[in-house]
């Protein structure tokens, strides 16, 4: 047993007692609802008395909790007592204290032989092929600044368009979108490491396949200077790209103006491109979860990985990301790595945040969020685990640095923050044309250009916000779903939004605001 994904009992018993025990190892249970104290369940054949009020998603002893002793949930270590814990008592971070332990993988201990879907019997879907053999899932315009100093010139430019009504002539472009960010001056240039990671994040939204052309503006004084960031650029030949400053077109007023022209002068020509059927074998699926609660490992992200399992089997890519967020489970990935190189990148990842963190006096147990504890979860070991239930079962192929190119077919790893829009953009840098977002608490999120799908983890969220939630995912909690029947939901959802289904994050117009390259550099 190496993933949670296996760990989890029969979702419809769990639900007839109230309480989840996910592994026959596990000393804690994990309340379904609100339980009263003083309410007896018949847990194991044997009664539990809940000593304590326990909130919904929370954790309750299922035996007496040593002090010292690990805490146990999905067969895997989350914390260690803080003190005895009585059986019967409420799990949290009253009581489960942090340390360190040893939890080292060894690399392919866990490996599996996928079982490819023959080439013929694949699934597809349809999207734009571009002339490079990239596939998009959208057809945008993009508008890139160099600097934050242009950002409100591309902002102007991009509602110009979009509130002028002339899109409406043109239905096979999805719309005109401004990226910007708050970066891209006051760093040191070249050979800064966080001056590369942003002008790689922005390389990659320019190649990205669901921008059909692009324009980069610039003030024209920054240091990220547009003559260096597009050398060497390498994009699809049938993707139109230009760029301008702010100061050479002669004010603000001037470049919008301009910058309109030039995109409308574009619009027939883009409004061209028609959607034909490909292989989800070109699909790049980012996996992201955000404002998780103590039902994301147990509903949404195992489900989103049997969904990137299936999406394996079909010759596809999942990627997901947050090293902060997979800290104490990295095990679970290097034992199901293919080579020992794959497992050394990972682990060099985890060492360098360990490095990275104490430069602030952080400790990355300082996520858990406020939200993440209050909807249950009591460390990051904990969060982790259920976190890494995204990657499903397959075998690690790929360990990537942020932004870059992922090219490799499989589940792939890449080196993000926890932060969801820094991850996000990571991912979408990477090459992702689709994106599923599990969520316990109600993060709201989009990420133009890449469509976002939202899954619910339970289903007072999901009925509290169907506005912004696509699929219920608490379904499985509520025992009328398995993880695998869940997992084929979202699979086949995510062909339909590659295909052109709007999310209700589309919907509701999300996805202008949360480009957020990650920001590496010193502020000179």
Known sequence: MNTPIELIANPRLAADMGLLVLHPEDNVGTALGAIRAGTSLSVNGGELLCADEIPGGHKVALRTIEADEPVRKYGQIIGFAGRLISKGEHVHVHNVAYREFDRAGQAGTALRETDFVPEDQRATFQGYRRSNGSVGTRNYIGILTSVNCSATAAKLIASRIENSGVLDQYPNVDGVVALTHSSGCGTGGDGNYGFEVLRRTLHGYANHPNFASILVLGLGCEVNQIAGLTTGWSLSPDKSISSMTIQAQGGTKATVAEGVRRIEELLPEINKSQRTTVPASELILAMECGGSDAFSGVTANPALGAAADLLIRHGGTAVFGETTEIYGAEHLLTSRAESQYTADKLMERIRWWEQHVTQDGSSINNNPSPGNKAGGLTTILEKSLGAVAKGGT???????????????????????????????????????????????????????????????????????????????????????????????QIFDLILAVASGQETKSEELGYGDNEFVPWQLSTVL
């Not at 992922?406 to 792939?412: C, K, P, R």
């Not at 932060?419 to 044309?433: I, S």
């Not at 599990?438 to 990420?447: K, M, P, Q, V």
């Open 394 to 488: 397959t075998n690690l192929v790929d360990v990537v640095e942020y932004a870059e190119p992922i090219t490799a077919h499989g589940l792939v790893f890449m080196d993000t923050p926890g932060y969801d829009p820094v991850n996000a953009t990571g991912m979408v840098a990477g090459g992702a044309q689709v994106l599923a977002f599990t969520t316990g608490r109600g993060s709201a999120f989009g990420c133009k250009p890449t469509p976002s799908i939202k899954l619910a983890t339970n289903t007072p969220l999901y009925e509290r916000m169907r506005d912004d939630m696509d699929v219920n995912c608490g379904a499985v909690a509520d025992g009328q779903l398995t993880i695998e029947e869940m997992g084929q």
